[in-house]
């Protein structure tokens, strides 16, 4: 079992920046594959970015792409997403998941086995 947690959302305006965090315990944790998932009010949930267990191998989704970075720090237990230029339509809940069996990209939501409870991301205009 890996439990996780986000923390780091927040309003924030226009072209700002946030970094989300994800910590993660339990068993092993160092050994998964992290992914960040956001959900808009009256839209599914979708993927934004993800990272290797070795924080070599990233993703990120287009709408993320020169503005979104994941990394990891394997010695914490964590992992983050640095979100810069933020835009109103990336207000969401976003959601930090984990998974072991997942081929790169990464990018697949039902192949994810533990997911955090989600940290609300507010961009104003």
């Known amino acids: 079992q890996v439990q996780l947690v986000e923390s780091g959302g927040g309003l924030v305006q226009a072209e700002g920046s946030l970094t989300l965090s994800c910590a993660a315990s339990g068993r092993a944790p160092r050994r998964y594959i992290m992914g960040w998932f956001r959900q808009a009010p009256g839209k599914e949930r979708e993927f934004v970015a993800s990272?290797?267990?070795?924080?070599?191998?990233?993703y990120i989704a287009d709408s993320g792409q020169g503005r979104f970075t994941i990394s990891r720090d394997n010695a914490k237990n964590t992992a983050y997403l640095k979100m810069n230029s933020l835009k109103p339509e990336d207000t969401a809940v976003y959601y930090c998941?984990?998974?072991?069996?997942?081929?790169?990209?990464?990018?697949?939501?039902?192949?994810?086995?533990?997911w955090g409870q989600g940290t609300q991301v507010t961009v104003s205009s």
């Open positions: 998941a984990a998974g072991v069996d997942i081929s790169y990209p990464f990018d697949s939501m039902q192949d994810y086995d533990y």
């Open positions: 990272i290797g267990w070795s924080g070599e191998d990233t």
